[in-house]
Structures are given as structure tokens and as C-alpha cells.
């Protein structure tokens, strides 16, 4: 009888196998950790769903013993394999911040969908690691109540920043995260240490005050969740602080100096479409709902529609101080939606003076 190969019996090894097979197919970083959360992740979220800070993310709240415990979701979970995938920008996302008649969108918007490149490689991965290990195992990107940042903390990939945010000491704020749930009992890595210090850049760069204290975020407040996540009008008090952001905002994200280490991505779906580098509010302002469809194929601004969207172009037209956008509102206050004719109204009132 033939002796058992150890690489594929010996659990390091399958690990190390696992990790580089999955930096080979376009993986910036790669971490293990136990599928299980300590009780003050778990707390951390039941604290801000208690408060009422997730906002109008039911989802979060429905799902939270799911979300909190990586077993909740899946019992057969022994592993957590999470990866991560750079998206770190070629100049600063803030650079249009000082040109009122331009829209700023979301660096990781910019292009393509990354749900659908980084779950195609968790499945190749997956496909690989059942066929090669005879394990079970399921993917998740972003889109399953699973605690990304303290499971990618916990396999160390960098620590949970002031910002919430994950920070890597190799690729700063800007990776996305993407975890294989296996069967496999594999030796955990070191998890991360905190390396924020008495830094508070992140917090000092919110436009709108959305950290209450370090480590903690109010998403009513954050300007990515009210752009995307939330469905009614905007606050009003918060309208002017938004500034020409219409799609999410990285200023807390761009903020935090262990970016310097972080080498710009190489990833052709991840580069800025020429349409989105310094996109004219005027012309997004025209957007019909078929034209915003055509326009956003592919990207995952398409997912908020076509109003909400408008929504968002309305309040940086108003928070512009820019006359010659006023025409661009005026033609959206007959508009079919009643939350684009109110983000009108309101641009065109504060133009007015």
C-alpha cells in the first residue's frame, strides 16, 4: 500500500498550499483563523444595532446571532479562510473635492462590480480546495451576515482601525474582503495588532461627525451609508456637509497614513472608467432611468436606481454655489420621482440664495 502523501494530510501544509494557491490567482493577502468570533465582536454589533446606529440596514438587525457567530450561519464551519483583494487608488480620491461642478464617486465604484470578480475567485479557489481535500466549504462576499473585518482581523490581515474600517500595514485601507467557510481544521494565523496609536485622522477627516468616539461608527450620520443605503430624502442639516460626494466617500478611508505602503492596484476592473474620473454633475443630472441603466452596467452604483441616484447629483448641484447649474435642478422639479423633485427643490433654493 502506497503511504498517505503529508501534503495532503499535514494541516500546515494544506494551508500553505491553500495560501498559495489563492495569491496565484490574484489575491493580494490571505489569512486563517478559527470560524468562531469572541464575545466582544459579538457585543460590539448587538451594541450598535441596540442603539439604532445600522440605520435603515434591517438586515443587519434581523441577522445578528447569524452575523455574530461564523457557526450561527454554517455549524459544519471549523475554518475561515479570508482573502483579501487590493483596490488601493492611483492618485487621492479627495482630489475633486475642490471642484464643486464635478462628482466625486466612491473609489471602489469606479468600475466594475467587485462582488462578481472577487466571488469568481472564491470559486475557483473553492472548486479547487473540494476537489484537491475532499472539503466542504461555502463563499461569501459582502452579501451573507458574516462579520468581515473582525473575522479578517482575527486571521491576520491587519486590525479594525479607528475608522471601523480594516487597516493592513501592506495595502492600508483599500481591500476587499471575500471568506471560504471550511471544514477543514487548519492552524490559525497570529491575528492582527492594533497600530492606530493616538492617531485620529480618519476620525478628524468625517465631513459629517459620523464617529461618536474611536472605533465606533454611526452610519445615520456616514455619508457612504446615506448616499447608498438610505432610501428616503436626506437630512437636511446633513445636505450641505456632503459636499459634490454623490456615490460613498473615502476621506476617512484616504486619511489614515499607513496608505503610504500601499502600492496601487493592478487590477484592470478595479481602474477608474474614463466617464468616472471627474464625471460632470450637469450631465449625471440628465440621467433618465434608462440612460442611468446604460451608463452603470455592470457597476454596482446601478444597484440604488435610477431616483436615488439623482437624489444624490441634486444635493451636490445645491451644495455647488454654482448658478450655472441651477437650469440642470430646475428640469428635475417636475421630475416623476417626489424624492428627486425634493433634492431638486432644495438645490435649486440654496442656489438661489
Known amino acids: 500500500m502506497a503511504a498517505a502523501d503529508p501534503a495532503r494530510s499535514d494541516p500546515r501544509r494544506i494551508r500553505e498550499a491553500i495560501r498559495d494557491r489563492a495569491l496565484a ?14 464575545p466582544e465582536a459579538r457585543e460590539r454589533l448587538a451594541d450598535y444595532v441596540r442603539q439604532g446606529r445600522h440605520g435603515d440596514m434591517g438586515w443587519m438587525a434581523e441577522r445578528t446571532e447569524q452575523r455574530s457567530h461564523p457557526r450561527g450561519l454554517w455549524p459544519e464551519a471549523r475554518t475561515a479562510i479570508v482573502l483579501g483583494t487590493s483596490y488601493a487608488p492611483h492618485d487621492d480620491p479627495r482630489r475633486l473635492l475642490d471642484h464643486p461642478d464635478r462628482a466625486v464617486v466612491s473609489v471602489y465604484a469606479r468600475n466594475r462590480d467587485y462582488h462578481d470578480l472577487v466571488k469568481g475567485r472564491l470559486k475557483t479557489l473553492g472548486q479547487w480546495l473540494a476537489h484537491s481535500y475532499k472539503a466542504e466549504l461555502k463563499v461569501f462576499v459582502d452579501t451573507a451576515p458574516v462579520m468581515e473585518k473582525p473575522l479578517a482581523e482575527r486571521a491576520g490581515l491587519g486590525w479594525q482601525g479607528k475608522h471601523t ?3 493592513s500595514r501592506d495595502h492600508g485601507s483599500w481591500l476587499f474582503l471575500g471568506e471560504v467557510y471550511t471544514t477543514l481544521e487548519l492552524p490559525p494565523d497570529p491575528p492582527g495588532a492594533d497600530r492606530c496609536g493616538s492617531c485620529t485622522r480618519c476620525q478628524d477627516a468625517c465631513p459629517t461627525a459620523a464617529f461618536p468616539a474611536p472605533y465606533q461608527l454611526d452610519a445615520r450620520r456616514c455619508i457612504s451609508y446615506l448616499t447608498i443605503e438610505h432610501k428616503g430624502p436626506i437630512p437636511e442639516e446633513l445636505r450641505p456637509l456632503m459636499g459634490n460626494r454623490i456615490y460613498g466617500c473615502d476621506d476617512c478611508l484616504a486619511a489614515c497614513p499607513w496608505n503610504k505602503f500601499a502600492r496601487a492596484t493592478r487590477e484592470p476592473a478595479f481602474l477608474p472608467r474614463a466617464e468616472l474620473t471627474a464625471p460632470r454633475l450637469a450631465d449625471l443630472a440628465e440621467l433618465d432611468d434608462p440612460g442611468f441603466r446604460q451608463v452603470f452596467s455592470g457597476s454596482p452604483i446601478k444597484r440604488i436606481g435610477r431616483d436615488r441616484f439623482v437624489r444624490n447629483v441634486l444635493i451636490a448641484i445645491g451644495n455647488s454655489g454654482d448658478p450655472a447649474l441651477r437650469p440642470a435642478a430646475e428640469r428635475r422639479l417636475h421630475d416623476e420621482s417626489e424624492l428627486v423633485r425634493d ?11
Open 165 to 167: 474600517n480594516l487597516v
Open 25 to 38: 490567482l490574484g489575491f493580494d493577502a490571505v489569512g486563517f483563523a478559527p470560524a468562531e468570533l469572541g
Open 343 to 353: 433634492a431638486a427643490g432644495w438645490a435649486v433654493a440654496r442656489l438661489a440664495g
